[in-house]
């Protein structure tokens, strides 16, 4: 198995994901090999200061770097030997099995529509975000910003999506599908929200338990949240903020601790033909390493084949 | 002045309505009076618990009552003497200035768009929230539930009837609006955001300051924030559903204390003719008050003879 990381994106780079790598692998056994990507020298540099067996990461060397506020297209055309660029060709080819950035987002999302595809019968793919609940689990919120406007049957297809995320990587059997809305009542919503509604209750392929309101959204009634990716961009960092507030308020809470996204790693882009994760330009060492065990259990659960039996036909 | 009050709205009616009416009498001066709608052999029983002078409120009996989940048009067509609907023939025909219910939102927002009618110029009315900022001033946002689907003309106008309210109600001098949006950045956002920031950009009569994030809005960088009812009705319940959690972690903390958004009362229907305040369900003595101390306010800063003139020519 061989998971591909970006070494020279987020904000620390390389430091943050060489970090991040070296904690995975003296956690993790053999079978599993690290592609690092990026400027040679510097990652070299950067692994020296650790003390590990060589025989668990490649590096491959590229000579250029995209940075955060570069027009994705534009930069992926001109910065062919660029980290993200790189990687993606040697995802669509199979030299690597996943990968893993946590640079320019759109880069990253323009590089997995172009290189890799998207599943047939997906019509948008969709990024989510997890959201604490307080009973310690983690519920799945999606989609976070990647489609502001969605049509009915976008939300259908996350539905899909999201509970195969939610039963295969954060094994949760049966994950409750609750549609965000401004009511409980079915027949309540934006014109879009009424729309889907139907779509989701007939949906075989998951377990719609109906509308479930803001307040709904941090406590454990449904384990995968649908929405437009308007709506959910802003609700997601609303609740990001709230870890702000109650850091600068010295409050010190085992359940809001939880609101510290960035631990959490990137979610994966749900819908491509491969494993693909995008983490927060601010990941850390714990944020690098979640995102590659994320990336092995896509690989192990072959979530992204479970996808595509899901849409056949679809 | 004369502030009309059903005492038959709310889950504790009628006697928080009651404590609310007395405890706003007892801060108050004489000239203001208050009109009770409901049963007034239980309202009397409610009010001779407290000592104070008769000559400051006058009880309009009335034998129905709308309950919470009955269907707006149909109960008050069919419940002509019920608080709700004769109070708002009270509002129409000027016996009382202004009029405020904690009962069914849907009968009181029928009965103030067909009893008072819309201002003209304006094309839908909207309700806003309070928003708890960290240096313990108040936002608001809106629209937050009644205008699920919005135009951009809508957004826009809904700037003007904020900014008019925050200037005047929340003595915010030249209120910053925001865009409540998934980026910063001009051209980012849904297609109703995209077409709704160049209005609001043009917009002579509001402070705009462009787009701002869900991690903005709990912090004081818009006074008033501005999305259409869908995403404003999710942000809301998430952020009142942030004090749950507080009060079932036992945290105590001044700020988070400050979410409890029942202690504020109502935020007024804008757009329409005359004030119209509509609590929350489980509005207690607090909110009575304050919902009473709004409506005076709107009375004595002319608040809707201000959004009439600024609506003159849309």
Redesign the interface.
Known sequence: MKIGLDMMGGDFAPAEAVKGAVAFLSENNNDIQIVMFGNKPIIETELSKFNFSEHRYTIIHTSQVIEMHEHPTKALKEKQDSSIAVGFKMLASGEIDAFISAGNTGAMMVGALFSIKTIEGVIRPTIGAYVPR?DGSLGLLLDV?LN??CKPENLNQFAILGSLFASQILKIENPKVGL???GEEEGK???L?QAAYPLLKENKQINFIGNI???????NKADVMI?????G??????????Y??VK??N?N?E??NRFNFEAYGGVPVLGVSKPVIIGHGISGENAFKNMINIACKMIETELTGKIKSSFIGI
Chains 1, 2 share one sequence.
């Open positions: 307080e910003g502001a406007d965000v809305n401004l919503g934006n014109l929200a309101e803001g307040r709904d959204i941090l406590i929405c437009d990716g308007f709506t961009n802003v609700v997601l960092k609303l609740a990001e903020s709230i702000d507030i600068r308020r409050i809470d359940h809001f």
